[in-house]
């Protein structure tokens, strides 16, 4: 009876939506629907505007909005993450795609769906191997930092459409120079449309739901209409264009935007092009991860909820392999997006199912509607949406609280703006790990005595501790591995290297998780050096899983000293109670 459930548990693991889907009623199905109502009206714009950013048709902003959603209602663990295109990911596409094919063509559609489908697999293939753990090497302030620089660039990118003239480059400077050669093109109404629709967009999101509800409009209702803001904005611009003929006068409009759903098609498997988008997949993949994981892991606290990362890797990988078979571009969850979600009512990844319907009512219906759309309002949209992502408060924040910290966030913002989006994220890995490995391969180490009148040990030079001349008793506060095991050699090489007539030194693991070979053969070393200068080696307060692996060595056979269950046993019986107070600064 026992194998029956256990099946169960396994099927419920990786289909998530079995365990919301069995508590599912009326009241829930009304809150979601209602959030999806919400995101809907939000996303249609959007998701128009990133495809655009993209380099990409419009249409498939929408494409990529309707089954990566039901994907991840399927198998995604978050009950509010809103998944599709979102501003940084669509950039790094642009980047990833243009130095292969043309921007308009077949081929470069082509790529981007391919680019959707490996980054779908890199995900999935982490998911099933539980390699979320990974998202955990990166440092938050040097994506943080990341995500502000890109912003900076994509607002910048959209402002050809708000003056209406060409303008190319994957850097700031780049970007700055051809818009400031073409500067004189600029055509007079296209950017008034964009400086209006900019200015009435910052506008909507602070002044208009607090106007509505000084004319008594329920809060629901006001919040709805506050955040169909794009969708007004977007339908005025529309209609203006159409009804002056704005498009002879210069305006640059969407054009024809096909009609229907998205055609399902397996994307190109090509070998040279899967080659050449893996590592801009790679890194879409981890970016994009990093970003819903933290949105997700956010909302979820809000409602004592809680996601699995693992998982998340899986529905998401599902949800970009949903957009390649469905002609549309890499996509992941995005924070404005998911926080309306959430604050909208949504209870399950249902409200993600009910969006999906709603963009696939739009491509079927509402597409003839958008050819007059100018992209000065798109480009509008796309500003005011990433101009939130920018904060610079995280420098000051690093500056103040650690200089290492601060140095890998502007290194990263400086070469993102000044060498791509590509290069930024590539420098924002390598930063995190470089910045993983340098901090512990410095382990702290402090040297430690009795605090008077108790059995705890402290810093000599944090408190007036007692200790004895012939005992140095050292508080090793990491765990003990390849990069850091020559670290401690060296210390306590220059700590015995002195007058004292030091006999005894002890190693307090208290802090100790793991011990690697490669920290074993240093630990052997030590005890070797010491041995020579007569001196004993001990240890205290080993930890059971490592003294388990201490024993399988032949280590402890060799140790001059002893292994003591607690550092004050340690100290009892080496410093013979001759211990004197020493007061230290």
């Keep these: 009876m026992s194998l029956p459930r256990l099946s169960l548990a396994q099927l419920e693991r990786h289909l998530p939506i079995l365990q919301w889907a069995k508590t599912y009623d009326r009241d829930t199905l009304t809150s979601d629907a209602v959030a999806a109502v919400i995101v809907t009206i939000m996303l249609i714009p959007q998701s128009l505007a990133y495809a655009l950013l993209a ?37 790094m596409t642009a980047a990833a795609v243009g130095n292969l094919a043309l921007q308009g063509t077949a081929e470069y559609a082509a790529a981007a769906i391919a680019l959707a489908f490996i980054s779908g ?40 459409h708000i003056f209406g003239i060409d303008a190319h480059g994957h850097s700031l400077t780049a970007l700055l120079q051809s818009l400031y050669a073409h500067l004189p ?42 955040k169909a803001g794009p969708v007004g904005a977007v339908a005025a611009t529309t209609l203006v264009v159409w009804l002056f003929g704005l498009q002879n006068h210069g305006v640059r409009i969407v054009g024809e935007v096909p009609t229907g759903l998205p055609p399902l098609s ?43 990362p693992d998982q998340e890797l899986v529905g998401l990988g599902t949800s970009n392999i949903a957009a390649a078979i469905s002609g549309g571009y890499p996509v992941t969850g995005g924070f404005a997006r998911s926080v309306v979600n959430f604050d909208a009512g949504a209870e399950t990844p249902a409200a993600g199912a009910f969006t999906a319907i709603g963009i696939a009512l739009a491509a079927l219906l509402l597409t ?118 020559r670290f401690l050699e060296d210390y306590i090489n220059d700590r015995v290297a002195c007058d004292e007539p030091i006999k005894h030194v002890v190693l307090m693991c208290s802090a100790v ?12 070393e030590i005890n070797h050096r010491l041995k020579d200068m007569g001196i004993s080696l001990h240890m205290s307060e080993v930890k059971g899983p490592v003294m388990d692996r201490l024993k399988r060595s032949h280590f402890l056979d060799d140790m001059t000293g002893q292994v003591f269950l607690s550092q004050y046993d340690a100290w009892a019986a080496l410093a013979r109670g001759k211990a004197s107070g020493l007061a230290a600064q």
């Design 368 to 485: 003839p509607l958008l050819f007059f759309l100018p992209k000065a309002t798109l480009a509008a949209t796309i500003i005011v949406a990433v101009l939130s992502l920018v904060d610079f408060s995280i420098l000051k924040k690093t500056w103040g609280y650690s200089k290492v910290d601060f140095s890998a966030v502007a290194a990263t913002v400086l070469l993102t703006l000044g060498f791509g989006v590509e290069v930024g994220v590539s420098a924002g890995v390598i930063l995190s790990i470089g910045l993983f490995l340098y901090k512990t391969s410095r382990p702290h180490v402090a040297e430690v005595g009795l605090v008077p009148g108790t059995q705890h040990f402290r810093n000599i030079l944090r408190h007036k501790v007692k200790t004895h001349h012939e005992l140095v008793t050292l508080r090793i506060d990491e765990s003990l591995y390849f990069a850091n095991a």
């Design 266 to 308: 397996l994307p190109s498997f090509s070998a040279d092009i899967w080659s050449s988008l893996f590592v801009s997949a790679l890194l879409i993949s981890i970016i994009g991860f990093v970003e819903s994981v933290s949105v997700a892991q956010t909302l979820a606290a809000k409602k004592r909820q809680r996601i699995v």
């Design 513 to 524: 998780n793991e011990i690697d070979m490669s920290a074993l053969e240093s630990l052997e």
């Design 121 to 160: 697999l890199i995900l999935t293939v982490m998911g099933l191997f539980r390699l979320g753990f990974l998202a955990n090497f990166l440092s938050h302030p040097v994506i943080a930092g990341f995500i502000t620089a890109s912003g900076i660039l994509i607002a910048t990118s959209q402002l050809k």
């Design 55 to 91: 380099g990409l048709p419009a249409e498939m902003g929408l494409y990529a909005s309707i089954l990566p959603l039901v994907a991840y209602a399927i198998f995604g663990t978050s009950r509010a993450l809103a998944v599709g295109p979102v501003a940084v990911v669509s950039l």
């Design 185 to 226: 093109e600029t055509n007079v109404i296209t950017l008034v449309i964009g400086v209006v629709t900019t200015g009435f967009l910052f506008w909507v999101r602070k002044g208009l739901k607090p106007l509505l509800l000084g004319t008594g409009m329920n809060s629901r209702l006001a919040d709805i209409l506050a």
